[in-house]
Nanobody, 121 residues
Framework: VQLQASGGGLVQAGGSLRLSCAAS????????MGWFRQTPGKGREFVAV????????YYADPVKGRFTISRDNAKNTVYLQMNSLKPEDTAVYYC???????????????WGQGTLVTVSS
């Protein structure tokens, strides 16, 4: 599966952004999907994951209650709604896919290119 992330940009602290990740192929609904982020000098950090059906989600503690992951299998797209953004959310955000939800959290096989989110204070 090929992934294309979009929706990044510059936003003030407290604001909102919605990231999208469009997937190619006919088997999107077979994949659990996740979002990660990376800042300079740090490794990629898990943000959120959603099961292939959309029925299960899991979030990293720093974003819990502020970010929401969702998917539209008819559109082959996964979203990350980010609210109450903080300067520490500034990062390049990546989407990822794997048939197994647990693998998405740890070491997904498929990655999209990143989209930059900058939160100003």
């Amino acid at each position: 599966v090929q992934l294309q992330a979009s929706g990044g940009g510059l936003v003030q602290a407290g604001g909102s952004l919605r990231l999208s990740c469009a997937a190619s192929g006919r088997t999107f609904s077979s994949y659990a999907m996740g979002w990660f982020r990376q800042t300079p000098g740090k490794g990629r950090e898990f943000v959120a994951v959603i099961s292939n059906s959309g029925g299960s989600t899991y979030y990293a503690d720093p974003v819990k209650g502020r970010f929401t992951i969702s998917r539209d299998n008819a559109k082959n797209t996964v979203y990350l709604q980010m609210n109450s953004l903080k300067p520490e959310d500034t990062a390049v955000y990546y989407c990822a896919a794997d048939p197994i939800m647990g693998v998405v959290i740890g070491n997904p096989k498929n990655w999209g290119q990143g989209t930059l989110v900058t939160v100003s204070s």
